[in-house]
């Protein structure tokens, strides 16, 4: 667009046919939108949906209270005398993602990248982030926002003369992808891991494949980049025709190979430092995340950056003094003892908990070493058995704290084991150990953010609960 000022409520829901009430057509659609009146931003849109645990439209006050300049609710619900506009739909959460995805061929950006995986996802979407707005003006969410609707809400704060739009897509069952695509097409496409995550959903290993490669179904797909070292990615991706295909990974043929990855703790700054290779170029990337594992969600960043026309040292620049994200391998001093806390505690797999649990016993020099553990959720009927296979990582630290009935069913008991049942009871025995360093890893659900701002010198907030993998 030519013009670099927000379209005005009523071009924006002209787009989908919608007529909004007279007086509001000229004001500015606001630059954000938010669907939980506890997010509402002054000056910003309140959607009131209608879950299967609540009903947004019972929170309207709240929204007013917070500042928003402009509220969306269900038609035949709309509030009695509101003291701001408000815009009546069908289906609020449907339509504002028809809006989102009718703005976003309005306002064109040159490229729209998406992110999508079993694990990394954030992690590469924020390193990416740090990349490519070396040369485009980026458009993204600051946090994990990769259902339908938080992507609706990501694109509908876009500035109209963004460059490069990026997503984070996420999926609890088949379909969920295929949607997204539809409405928000990427022209570049990242899959970072496949791994037993939402079974209850996805049914099997392969069921959650086909989801995470619905991704490559968009039609303006021109690159799609994949892991290497996941045999069932790479099997996939050779079957595309059309876009360009690399390949990023540790093993011997990825495009884009990282070389001598090496994770070290000084104090409690971590390093992981390694090299990469690919494009006809080479780079050192030097960062402060968590473990080796972490390497390929920075090497995804450079790799794109790269296929986006950023040289791969312009993006090995960017990405120094990178760390980690709350509730994703960041690390922080313990409060009242000396040692530190690693608040890996927004999400757990199996594949997730054991890189994450291998680079806890790496440090070999901190002792001793303390776990808070939470039960990995939504794993289908083989649920006890991906949680027994991680007895002998846990037989390797001094202190494990279990969290949740899984563990009950998966391990004995043993001197070392505290079975819980909750974040309180965790948090309670974990301050009564004896430890150095303390590993707190869990599904987001059980709220064990709670335990590292507990346990931690500085205060950790969530991301917030209901975000899809």
């Known amino acids: 667009m030519e013009d670099s000022a927000r379209l005005s409520v009523g071009e924006m829901f002209a ?46 006050p709240q929204a007013l209270e917070k500042g928003a300049a402009l509220i969306v609710v269900r038609r ?23 809006l989102a995805s009718a703005y976003l061929r309005r306002t064109a950006p040159e490229e729209v990248v998406a992110v999508t995986g079993s694990v990394g996802k954030t992690t590469t979407r924020e390193a990416l982030r ?54 928000f097409p990427p022209t570049t496409a990242m899959v970072t891991q496949v791994a037993p995550v939402h079974l209850e959903g996805f049914r099997s290993v392969e069921g959650v494949l086909r989801a995470k490669m619905e991704i490559a179904g968009s039609g303006r797909l021109r690159r799609f980049l994949y892991n290497f070292d996941n045999p069932l990615l790479r099997g996939a991706a050779a079957g595309l025709s059309g876009p360009s295909v690399d390949s990023v990974g540790m093993e011997y043929g990825a495009d884009f190979l990282i070389e001598e990855p090496r994770f070290t703790l000084e104090g409690v700054l971590p390093f992981l430092t390694f090299r990469l ?120 630290v001094d202190e494990a704290v279990l969290v949740g009935k899984l563990w009950r069913g998966a391990l004995e008991e043993k001197p070392n084991r505290r079975f819980v049942g909750g974040w309180r009871e965790a948090l309670d025995a974990a301050r009564a150990a004896e430890w150095a360093g303390s590993l707190v890893k869990g599904s987001n659900s059980l709220e064990l953010e709670r335990v590292v701002e507990g346990l931690a010198a500085e205060p950790v907030s969530s991301d917030g609960p209901g975000e899809a993998s």
């Open 130 to 183: 740090r990349v490519l707005r070396t040369r485009f003006r980026v458009h993204s969410a600051d946090r994990s926002l990769n259902t339908r609707i938080g992507c609706t809400a990501t694109v509908l704060a876009m500035p109209p003369d963004a460059e490069l739009l990026l997503l984070e897509f996420g999926a609890n069952k088949a379909g969920e992808i295929a949607e997204l695509s539809e409405l």
């Open 277 to 396: 290779r690919g494009g006809g170029d080479e780079a050192c990337i030097r960062s402060g995340l968590w473990g080796r594992h972490l390497a390929l969600p920075l090497a995804f960043a450079a790799a794109a950056g790269c296929r986006l026309g950023i040289p791969l040292r312009e993006g090995a620049a960017a990405l120094k003094g990178f760390r980690g994200i709350k509730g994703r391998g960041r690390i922080l001093p313990a409060a009242g003892r000396e040692g530190f806390v690693v608040d890996d505690a927004y999400n757990a797999n199996p594949l997730s908990m054991r890189s994450s649990l291998e680079t806890f016993l790496s440090l070999r020099s901190v002792t001793p070493k303390m776990v808070v553990l939470g039960e990995m959720r939504e794993m289908g009927p083989d649920a006890v058995r991906y949680h027994r296979e991680l007895e002998p990582l846990i037989d390797g």
């Open 15 to 60: 787009l989908i046919g919608a007529e909004v009430g007279r007086g509001v057509e000229g004001i500015p659609f606001p630059a954000h939108v938010a669907t939980d009146s506890r997010d509402v931003e002054r000056g910003g849109v309140f959607v009131a949906l209608e879950g299967e645990r609540t009903d947004g439209h019972r929170y309207v």
């Open 76 to 98: 035949g619900k709309r509030p009695e005398d509101p003291a701001v506009p408000c815009v009546e739909l069908e289906d609020p959460e449907r339509d504002l993602a028809r």
